[in-house]
């Protein structure tokens, strides 16, 4: 069963009025969705970096050039997710800083496949040193991230993205440190 674009945004508008958090399962395979599912979870995130994590690596693997990432999120949304997803909201990362991407036809693909959000993943925001240099040197930057955040007249809605995006460039440019956390579920075996 699709959620639209505009019930996820009321989840989302709600959750930020009556201060409430919103629980969330960046999922690696059919069945930690599923047990998302059932658990309550407001949302799924799919991202590449799931099927790295359950290859039993860590999800800064989805960062290295092993496969591409967008087809990566693509196979693991609609043979894994997707079956087990019910009325659960998905949002998918979206590597929009890849030269070879159609952006269009990719996020008019996800919509298609029933994606109300998108979030940069992976973002070019969480490299740093003198291999951020090189990407941005190469066109490979956080604004191709943030100018796919903020497609206007999409399907695809991304405002948590693109507030993220923002809050990361200002810390970035008053040079504090930054500390990230990401929450995953797993199954022990």
């Known amino acids: ?43 799924l995130m799919v991202l590449n970096a799931g099927v790295y994590r359950s290859a039993g690596v860590s999800s800064l693997c989805s960062f290295l050039p092993y496969g591409n990432a967008n087809q990566q999120t693509l196979e693991l949304l609609s043979k894994q997710i997707l079956p087990r ?34 979030t940069n993943w992976p973002a070019v925001g969480l490299v740093d040193g003198s291999f951020r240099q090189i990407l941005e040197e190469q ?31 200002s810390l970035w440019q008053q040079q504090e440190q930054m500390r990230w956390c990401s929450m995953s579920v797993g199954l022990a075996s």
Do not use: W
């Not at 959750?15 to 958090?21: C, K």
């Not at 100018?147 to 993205?161: F, G, Q, Y």
């Open 1 to 43: 069963m699709k959620v639209s674009a505009a019930s996820f945004r009321v989840l989302l508008n709600r959750s930020r009025e009556e201060r409430y958090p919103l629980v969330f399962v960046a999922p690696g395979s059919g069945q930690v969705a599923g047990s998302a599912v059932a658990g309550g979870a407001h949302f």
């Open 85 to 118: 997803a019910g009325a659960v909201p998905l949002v998918a990362g979206v590597m929009a800083s890849d030269p070879t991407l159609d952006l269009d036809s990719h996020l008019d693909q996800l919509a298609r496949l029933g994606v109300v959000g998108v």
């Open 139 to 169: 066109g490979l930057t956080i604004q191709a991230e943030a100018r796919c955040c903020k497609r206007p007249n999409s399907e695809v809605l991304s405002p948590s993205a693109l507030r993220c995006i923002q809050m990361m460039q």
